[in-house]
């Protein structure tokens, strides 16, 4: 086909003006993160940080939008929306993580840190950015990580000792390895949703929990539940999972700025923490609450084949070996 001057030369205005387009487009990025806590939680908050952020280092090209609270499903749903390519971010805790990729399940070993600071050096140290990389193969990798203090039971009664947790059924993350562990106690692990264990309790479905005093508090678990038995058998951290397909799309400095805004939310979700710590145990206090001092002693022990069966697991066994160097 012959081409006069004049449509030769509209068509190169048109096909100027869709590369304008599609590099506009490609300029112009909005990534959805769907989790499961309230907008009153730390992490939630850590994640408005950090879109706050993403938006400036951005000019404005950047956005993420956040459906907090369940909208668009529990954990469990919202890992597989991102495998399936329909969602890009969202918040996993290790135990959620757990049946998606096994090297996090010795997160959800109980008694696993000696201290907060043994913790930190894992979870924000080189073995800890290890495990948040294992998965990329697996279409997901975690971007930042999050404090979530020490997990203890609550229920309508104390629970000092393993015998108590006899013939209770407590509610569990979907994790093989705490319901592992709550089995050894001497319970009967009941894994439910987080956003369904309210409802859960209210009718007797589970006896009790075990999580961390802010969700004890923020959940108002506490009105049923009035009874923390400090056991504190799990430090249990959260991470800021993005779909591997997604990140490859973005360009290098789009994820500079991503993985930038994610490890500054990282800190100040910490230092938030102590402080939502120490509020809600006055708040539970003011509920009717109680805090019960345990003997740690027997629930360590009744734990110990959990780690046997871990260290039968070269991988698993070398893994937890730089767990304990960490301590040092
Ligand atoms: C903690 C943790 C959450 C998790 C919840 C649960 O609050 O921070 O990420 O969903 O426990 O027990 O499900």
Redesign the pocket.
């Known amino acids: 086909m012959k081409m006069n001057m004049t449509t030769r030369s509209l068509l190169g205005i048109s096909l100027l003006a869709l590369f304008a387009t599609t590099a506009q487009a490609a300029e112009k990025v909005t990534l959805k993160l769907a989790?499961?806590?309230e907008r009153s939680?730390v992490?939630h908050q850590a994640f408005e940080q950090m879109a706050k952020e993403v938006k400036q280092l951005s000019d404005g090209k950047m956005t993420i939008r956040i459906y907090p609270s369940s909208q668009m499903g529990s954990?469990r749903e919202t890992m597989e929306l991102l495998q399936n390519g329909a969602l890009d971010m969202t918040?996993?805790?290790a135990?959620?993580l757990e049946s998606f990729d096994n090297t996090y399940a010795i997160y959800n070993l109980p008694y696993l840190f000696k201290d907060q600071k043994h913790f930190d050096n894992v979870v924000f140290g080189n073995v800890g950015k290890e495990i948040m990389a294992s998965s990329k193969d697996k279409g997901f990798f975690a971007l930042s990580a999050?404090v979530?203090?020490t997990?203890s039971f609550y229920a309508k009664k104390a629970i000092t000792k393993p015998e108590d947790l006899k013939g209770q059924k407590i509610?569990?993350?979907a994790s093989p390895t705490t319901l592992k562990m709550v089995e050894l106690m001497g319970g009967s692990p009941t894994p439910i949703?987080?956003g369904e264990?309210y409802t859960a309790m209210q009718q007797g479905v589970v006896d009790g929990?075990?999580?961390?005093v802010?969700?004890w508090v923020q959940?108002r678990h506490i009105e049923i539940a009035k009874v923390y038995s400090e056991d504190e058998h799990a430090s249990?951290?959260?991470f800021l999972v993005i779909s591997t397909k997604t990140w490859d799309k973005l360009t290098p400095e789009q994820q500079q700025i991503l993985s930038k805004a994610a490890t500054d939310s990282e800190a100040w979700q910490q230092k938030a923490w102590a402080n939502v710590e120490a509020e809600t145990r006055a708040q539970a206090k003011a509920m009717g609450g109680t805090f019960v001092t345990v003997d740690k002693a027997p629930f360590r022990a009744a734990v110990q084949p959990l780690y046997d069966d871990f260290n039968k697991d070269p991988k698993q066994a070398a893994l937890l070996a730089k767990f304990e160097q960490a301590a040092e």
Do not use: C, M, W
């Open positions: 989790h499961n806590l939680h992490v954990a918040k996993g805790s135990s959620d999050y979530a203090g997990r509610r569990v993350q949703s987080f264990v929990a075990e999580n961390n802010p969700s959940t249990i951290p959260d």
